[in-house]
């Protein structure tokens, strides 16, 4: 008998760790799942946070819009946990007949379906719409231009966005600057599709609509660089067609429009007069306009008279620096697909010679 049991013992230790590393397994299995859904709730709750958020207004007018935005997901929110809490509840006393408190009275079926079904509902979309389409749209509608000390035409394109300021030469591109505490009257339009003007932390949408003006308060309560985006589908690179608004103090905001509108500066160095040369001669002058040199009356692409004072390139997908300006001008389909501008052909010398010219352009 002893012989037996001894017998039996290493094959029982055998089977017995299989068990045990199958336990540790599906314990580590569980680990990595509570991981990832810790990290994908987490992703959920930064995903309005950040440059570009409804929930961070610096203006009046988008303050109201994310109150209302915090009422609708509260609102929401009750409407959704209290179906899932039925839900449990119904699965709980699927084997049981009637209502909780109520039994089978019928007529308490019918007075909740009236009460939660219709009556409740409509009282809150009646709250809803007065809110949202009275008194929120009232209150971020366009501006009265004489209660405005600034006004500005952006012009949508496939994919950036051009930037005048009426009463001066100042032309950019994919960047607005603003001073501080002013109201700025926005005028938008469209070069070629609809395209959907949006700042999320300064105002509401405003559609871009070909042979159409439509107006818009921008205004910032302080300084700092706020993110924007086209909110309609407007092509290939629709994603990828951001901008920014740079709010600055008013001496600031002077300084720079005064840059704006001043013609380029003359080339000093060899390799920028090179560039230049470069520049005037191949098809770059024929789609870009420079103001101050020949070519003066290009527009396909972004005024570039002053371009090394931006921050950013390709409808703010890249930021401007020599090394991706370079990169921009020899590949310009590698970073932005289907966009208009062409690869030219350029060695990479020719393409460092235009790069030192375009960036003398402050």
């Given amino acids: 008998m002893s012989d037996a049991i001894h017998r039996r013992r290493p094959h029982q230790l055998r089977r017995g760790r299989p068990r045990s590393s199958t336990a540790g397994s599906r314990a580590a299995i569980r680990a990595r799942r509570a991981r990832r859904a810790a990290l994908l709730l987490?992703?959920?709750?930064?995903?309005?946070c950040g440059r570009q958020s409804i929930v961070s207004p610096?203006?009046?007018?988008?303050?109201?819009?994310?109150?209302?935005?915090?009422?609708?997901?509260g609102i929401g929110g009750v409407v959704f946990f209290g179906a899932v809490a039925m839900l449990v509840m119904a699965w709980f006393r699927r084997h049981e007949?009637?209502?909780?408190?109520?039994?089978?009275r019928e007529a308490i079926p019918q007075a909740l379906v009236l009460v939660f079904g219709i009556g409740i509902p409509a009282v809150v979309l009646i709250a809803l719409f007065g809110v949202a389409d009275v008194y929120l749209v009232s209150q971020t509608s366009a501006p009265n231009p004489k209660t405005t000390r600034l006004t500005i035409d952006v012009i949508g394109h496939q994919w950036w966005w051009q930037v005048e300021y009426p009463g001066t030469a100042a032309v950019t591109a994919n960047e607005i600057h603003i001073?501080?505490?002013?109201?700025?009257?926005?005028?938008?339009?469209?070069?070629?599709?609809?395209?959907?003007?949006?700042?999320?932390q300064l105002a509401r949408k405003i559609d871009e609509v070909p042979g159409r003006q439509n107006r818009i308060l921008l205004y910032a309560d302080r300084p700092g660089s706020y993110r924007g985006q086209c909110a309609e589908f407007c092509?290939?690179?629709?994603a990828h067609m951001a901008l920014y608004v740079i709010a600055q103090p008013m001496p600031a905001f002077r300084a720079w429009l005064a840059t704006m509108s001043s013609d380029a500066h003359t080339p000093?160095?060899?390799?920028?007069?090179?560039?230049e040369h470069l520049f005037m001669a191949d098809q770059c002058a024929s789609c870009h306009t420079i103001r101050g040199t020949q070519a003066s009356y290009a527009t396909i692409g972004p005024d570039l008279t002053h371009l090394a004072t931006r921050s950013s390139?390709?409808?703010?997908?890249?930021?401007?620096?020599?090394?991706?300006?370079?990169?921009w001008i020899l590949n310009p389909q590698a970073i932005k697909p289907g966009d208009r501008m062409p690869d030219l052909g350029l060695t990479r010398t020719q393409a460092a010679e235009i790069v030192a010219y375009l960036d003398s352009l402050h």
């Fill in 313 to 327: 390139l390709a409808g703010a997908e890249i930021p401007n620096t020599p090394s991706y300006l370079e990169r």
């Fill in 235 to 238: 092509g290939l690179q629709h």
């Fill in 179 to 200: 001073p501080v505490d002013t109201r700025v009257n926005v005028v938008a339009t469209t070069a070629d599709v609809i395209h959907s003007f949006w700042v999320p």
């Fill in 42 to 48: 987490a992703a959920l709750a930064l995903a309005g």
């Fill in 58 to 73: 610096r203006s009046p007018e988008t303050h109201d819009i994310q109150v209302l935005w915090w009422w609708m997901l």
């Fill in 97 to 104: 007949p009637g209502l909780p408190y109520f039994g089978t």
């Fill in 268 to 275: 000093t160095t060899p390799a920028a007069v090179a560039g």
